[in-house]
């Protein structure tokens, strides 16, 4: 078994075809977590993960959604099934303009807040922030959470200090094909196997070497073999490690 930590199989890309692509997943043995990044979305992870084995759920505000009001009351009743395994996708995007740096963060600390009420990891999303994301969760421990529970940032692109850091806040970096548009060859290489986790982000960030443009979850083996190439170990070594990983934060 692999588990896709972060995939968006509710989203729009995949009505025409979803049942064959879960299909085609579930005949690899591949479980996924699937990513909610609004009040929508989030609900339609929730119930994708209720009609399916082996699917799980996350929901969020994504900081690039932050135009949407953060209703936790809506959130924590959604919280309530079993198959939601995490608070996100949350987090910081200073990237797409324009952004409002002040209302990001205050919804990206509620979610973290409700993510410490309900015991569950945090996903985070984190583009061009990384030092004020950093400065943020040395504040915010999570408190409640077991060591190594606190949570992934997702489709991680920063540098090897910034990895390091995160690291030693008790976080995971989710590594996905992102890793063939952006060099984190060193990272990869320097950042414990113990501390990795496998995604898609599909239908986004497709990796060299799939067969088709939009993304999903099959595709993780292109990602999984960089890896394995990087730490020069096999892939059979990757995927266990970072199933058992992600069996670990996620409780599943």
């Not at 292109?222 to 170990?233: H, R, S, V």
């Amino acid at each position: 078994m692999i588990i896709d930590t972060h995939s968006h199989l509710q989203f729009d890309a995949f009505d025409a075809d979803r049942d064959q692509v879960i299909k085609r997943m579930l005949a690899e043995n591949i479980q996924c977590i699937n990513v909610g990044c609004s009040l929508d979305s989030s609900k339609k992870a929730v119930a994708l993960a209720e009609k399916h084995e082996g699917f799980y759920a996350a929901i969020g505000l994504h900081p690039t959604d932050a135009g949407e009001p953060f209703d936790v009351a809506q959130y924590r009743a959604l919280a309530q099934s079993k198959k939601v395994v995490a608070i996100g996708e949350i987090g910081l995007d200073f990237f797409h303009k324009p952004y409002d740096e002040q209302k990001q963060k205050d919804i990206f600390l509620q979610q973290l807040a409700l993510a410490e009420e309900l015991n569950l990891p945090v996903i985070i999303h984190c583009r061009a922030a990384h030092e004020q994301m950093i400065e943020i969760l040395r504040n915010q421990k999570l408190a409640r959470l077991p060591a190594g529970r606190q949570g992934v940032i997702h489709c991680f692109t920063g540098t090897l200090e910034q990895a390091q850091k995160y690291v030693e806040l008790g976080f995971y970096l989710g590594i996905g094909g992102i890793i063939f548009k952006f060099n984190i060859d060193k990272v990869i290489q320097e950042t414990p196997l113990a501390k990795l986790l496998i995604e898609t982000d599909c239908p986004f960030l497709t990796p060299a070497g799939a067969p088709e443009k939009r993304n999903e979850p099959i595709f993780m083996k292109y990602t999984i073999e960089k890896i394995a190439q990087l730490k020069n170990i096999s892939p059979e070594m990757v995927a266990s490690a970072t199933t058992e990983n992600a069996k670990k934060l996620f409780g599943v």
